[in-house]
């Protein structure tokens, strides 16, 4: 089982309650389970965190992550490079620019 997701470059999302992806390249992290709930009111599903990476890897490259509440960024679009931090190890994506 992987480690829980910790961080990503260097924003805390350890308290993160999930994820909305627009299926291309957006990427907005709820910060409390009562603002997932309201994403998922609104229509939109609810990721959990443990995805993040998989999701960002497969986005086409105009991809980025923001926080769903106040659109302030937490990996800007066409970052070239992204760390990961679980409890239990780290992941480096690395990507070309574009």
């Not at 800007?76 to 679980?86: E, G, I, K, N």
Request: proline share 4%.
């Amino acid at each position: 089982m992987k480690g829980k997701l910790l961080r990503v470059s260097n924003v805390d999302v350890s308290a993160a309650a999930g994820f909305i992806y627009d299926g291309c390249h957006k990427i907005y992290v709820c910060r409390t389970k009562n603002q997932a709930e309201i994403c998922r009111r609104a229509g939109d599903r609810v990721h959990p965190m443990s995805a993040l990476e998989r999701t960002f890897v497969g986005s086409c490259p105009l991809r980025f992550i923001n926080w769903e509440d106040t659109l302030k960024t937490i990996v800007p679009q066409c970052a070239q490079r992204v760390t990961f931090t679980y409890s239990d190890r780290k992941s480096v994506v690395r990507f070309r620019p574009l």
